[in-house]
């Protein structure tokens, strides 16, 4: 399965729209995108680490997380909850990226389609500008989009596995 990438969309041209299926139950895959246990397994681009300080899944709540790139850089986000709808929709407004450029600072909205024993889901990170966009691109952010859908897709992978080996 291929992550499909759009720039632009039906509800804004400053946005970054990805989408892939999962081969994962939705409530499966909702619990990896919302269990900060689990997505310090896979969130990210790949050769990045995630830590997670704060994970208030509600209204108003906050989650504070800082990924760690490859060569060292920190790049510190806050997001602020505006819909929690499990395990069908998130919403959140995320302030961060690099600490001299804020180039992650977006509205992000992820919707979670099942379908049997697989899920859809779509990523839609809506930028203020088309500056703004265009700073997030130039830091990677379609790269870095695409590979933490790999990563999710692997880290279901191996919790399928895991179950199967103890069953």
């Known amino acids: ?20 299926v999962f081969a994962a139950p ?7 995108w919302t269990d900060a246990d689990q997505l310090v397994r ?3 681009p790949r ?20 990924l760690h790139g490859p060569d060292g850089t920190d790049y510190p986000n806050r997001a602020v909850f505006e819909e929690v709808d499990p ?6 407004f995320n302030t961060g990226g690099h600490v001299s450029d804020r180039h992650l600072t977006c509205r992000m ?3 979670f389609d099942g379908q049997d024993a697989h899920t859809l889901i779509t990523l839609r990170m809506q930028f203020e500008t088309s500056a703004s966009l265009d700073r997030a691109k130039a830091r990677g952010a379609e790269q ?3 590979e933490s859908f790999v990563r999710l897709s692997k880290w279901l992978e191996f919790q399928r596995e895991a179950s199967r080996n103890t069953n």
């Open 1 to 20: 399965m291929k992550t499909e990438v759009l720039i632009g969309g039906k509800e804004s041209a400053h946005e970054l729209i990805f989408s892939r």
């Open 26 to 32: 939705v409530d499966v895959v909702y619990r990896a």
């Open 42 to 44: 896979w969130w990210g």
């Open 47 to 66: 050769g990045f680490s995630l830590t997670v300080r704060v994970m208030e899944l509600k209204v108003g709540g906050v989650w504070e997380y800082t």
């Open 87 to 92: 395990p069908k929709r998130l919403v959140f």
């Open 109 to 111: 909205t992820v919707t």
């Open 144 to 146: 870095g989009g695409e």
